[in-house]
């Protein structure tokens, strides 16, 4: 969460808040004065949780505080736990006053608009706040990629997180829904993959810290490869150009410990391109999913879908993951064109000129950010000027990000300076409005409305 | 948590960052507000990763508050007294700011403790630089003096545009806020609140603390002040400070929550609307979990096949709508599995 205008949000939270359970199940008697404690520990444990990491350490520290994760699967389950949640993300951490701020929230692409309805309910009617923009993570992170001279909001936003990875198409702002595909793969199983290839080589690994070992390995050291075969032989004819070693020391003894890190360097993003040799269930390869989610859009936006196609999320950071995944899905597209031009018998020539634009975004979470320039002219003078972060700090801080969430979507609040106008502004839900027409203004959420 | 702390988190967070990576150096712009008055703008330059710009907008004063070159009376003394040569100010502030303070990590104290110290204090210079005519007058009435080129009233600002009253006295200091809210509810919660604020202060476990009091028109002692600065539409609090209250260590928390009270109360209306919610979250379901018990009898009397159950719809709807929807007889439930309510 975070100010409008910033390049990084200034807080990275976890879902969780510690609620004090103790004084709830306290027994109930008709005593008055008993009544009176009561109601006042009841009004105290009201206030008495913890949100974020400092709710992780409370619930370490001391047995009475519950975890509560507000957020199941993208959704919302818990809204006590959630508007709790808020309340101190408003308070504590960013420390505004809400009636003052815009707000964008984000959501993931399969949540219900009830949920929506319910959430612009809380923002506006606890919070008072002036205006809301509720926002779906792929779309902003297509917004994101958004720049003056290149002015669309269609395409096939691929996510891969830490816990998810989805492929979701957008058409001229909004999400098909029908259409969006998930894999059982995703960050945390390249992790998997990289400790069991390092395990099974027999390194010399402790075991209680393989598995931070293994992530720092993939996030440090992995790289996509065109070629299996040609990449084996690589790394057998010149082992000291593409082995690493890894040093570390043994959590508990504190001896030092040395490792070497051969080919999981390239086969641990491998398993996103040949999934069969990580796991039996699923074998369908991220361009074949990407390709089917293509087809299965409706047919007019199926051209334009193909030309933009958005990586976000921590795992597509891998050195060469984009031209290994526009390489791929054109063998698939042109093996397709070729066997309708063999059908159709040459008499129609089929004119393909599909151009693949796989580019990257951060993480659509932090999308905001990386989209300021775009949705939010802070200071129009100032603000649009402002260079964006380089690439390798943008993989480091979605790094940061996946490592924090465990896929877990993250709710951000981007409060939006009041005294600047903007055109963030004119998309946003008010007050005013939400009290003519009720909760239902929440439902949709146009993507810049006025632009069109 | 019930008080709010005098550090700003986000500018801890970011002072401490810089202190873990000096050597590297950062290219560093970024700004943000607090309870809405203040806005911070913190800039690092690559050629000087020890050097930290901290610039500060304080809220627009009203007229009869005292401001002394866009600053409050005494600020400029406070930041000297409180960080010594660690912190440079310049002059002109940069653009739009009322104050840049120069920050220069190579003079912090080499001690790792004292150096987080020192960057805590950092953190709260909005405690520092608002509350320096405050602290000023609170520190007169430690010595039990009047400072003597006081009025009789003093206005300082807490909002824009908005300002409280003091009235130094050799043995006490009145400090009285004119309580304004935007929203209605908030307004009618706010009243309640405070009411209740006076009913706690009543109680014996807090006999030390601050006299106070609530009236919905401006107390005898505003006589003089103009009419505008005192249009409240939630009433004035008004607190009696002695001055035990402000000896010693006393003097810094009792100077932040007197400077802040208005975000006090406002947090504090906001938590109680929450817990209002959940409440009324907890008797909806229990409602709905009697209309069920009802329901399940109807239908064994009457012998219906189709078991249908009234069911909470997954998340939605206002637990304050609900309720008076509930009350008034409508019909706010779903059948299960269909999504129109038509599926008996």
Sequence with gaps: ?452 | MILLQSQSKYLLQVLTNRLQNLDKGVELDCQWIEFNDVRFNVQVSMKNPHILLLSLSLPTPPPEAMFVGGLPVGAIEAIKATYGTIVQILDPPKDSYNLTLKLNFNKLPSNEEAKQAFLAKIASVREVVLGAPLRIVLKHLASRSVAPDMDRVVALVHRPDESFFLLPQPDKVTVIYPMRFKDSTDTVLATSFLQEFLEARRSAALSNAPLCQWSPSPPQELQGVPEEALSANAGFVSFVIYPRHVDGKKLDRTVWNLSTFHAYVNYHVKCSEGFMHTRMRRRVESLIEALDHAKSDLEQGRKVETRTSFKRLKGPIHPYRRHKAIQSGLVYFDYTGTGHGDGS
């Design chain 1, 1 to 452: 969460m975070g100010f409008a205008g910033n390049v990084e949000p200034c807080f990275i939270l976890p879902t969780v808040v510690a609620v004090n359970d103790s004084f709830l199940n306290q027994p109930r008697t008709s005593n008055k004065s008993n009544w009176m404690t009561q109601y006042s520990a009841g009004v105290m444990a009201d206030l008495d949780f913890f949100v974020g990491d400092e709710a992780l350490s409370k619930s370490r520290s001391s047995s009475s505080y519950n975890l509560q994760y507000p957020i199941k699967n993208g959704q919302v389950e818990n809204w006590d736990a959630m508007e709790r949640f808020w309340q101190q993300c408003i308070f504590n951490y960013l420390r505004c006053d809400p009636e003052d701020h815009y707000f964008l929230l984000t959501e993931s692409p399969l949540t219900p608009p009830e949920s929506r309805e319910y959430t612009g309910e809380i923002m506006f009617e606890t919070f008072n706040v002036p205006g809301l923009y509720i926002a779906v993570q792929p779309v902003l992170a297509l917004a994101a990629g958004y720049t003056t001279s290149k002015c669309e909001l269609t395409g096939v936003v691929v996510d891969v997180g830490d816990g998810a990875t989805h492929v979701v198409p957008v058409a001229e702002g909004y999400v098909i829904g029908s259409s969006i595909k998930s894999i059982p793969i995703s960050g945390k199983d390249v992790t998997l993959f990289v400790q069991q290839l390092m395990r099974e080589r027999g390194e010399n690994v402790p075991p209680e810290d393989s598995f931070e070992v293994a992530r720092q390995v993939k996030e440090m050291y992995c790289y996509t490869c065109s070629d299996i075969v040609k990449e084996f032989n690589k790394h057998d004819k010149d082992p000291s150009k593409y082995i690493k070693h890894w040093k570390g020391v043994k959590p508990k003894t504190g001896a030092p410990y040395s490792c070497d890190i051969g080919y999981e360097r390239f086969l641990g993003p491998e398993v996103f391109f040949n999934p069969e040799i990580y796991n039996s269930d699923f074998t369908t390869p991220l361009p074949a999913v990407i390709d089917k989610c293509i087809q299965t859009a409706p047919i007019d936006t199926r051209r334009a879908l193909y030309k933009n196609i958005v990586l976000s999320g921590g795992s597509t950071m891998f050195k060469d993951f984009h031209r290994r995944l526009q390489r791929d899905l054109k063998k698939i597209v042109d093996a397709r064109v070729q066997a309708s031009e063999a059908r159709l018998g040459g008499e129609i020539k089929v004119s393909v000129s599909l151009v693949f634009v796989v580019h990257f975004c951060a993480d659509g979470s932090l999308a905001p950010w990386r989209a300021h320039v775009l949705i939010l002219p802070l200071v129009p003078t100032i603000g649009s000027q402002r260079s964006q972060p380089s690439h390798s700090e943008i993989c480091s801080m979605v790094w940061r990000i996946s490592a924090c969430f465990n896929s877990r979507v993250l709710y951000v609040v981007a409060s939006i300076d009041m005294h600047n106008p903007s055109r963030f502004k004119q998309a946003c839900h008010t007050k005013a409005e939400y009290e003519e027409y009720g909760a239902s203004i929440c439902r949709t959420n146009p993507v810049f409305k006025g632009m069109y």
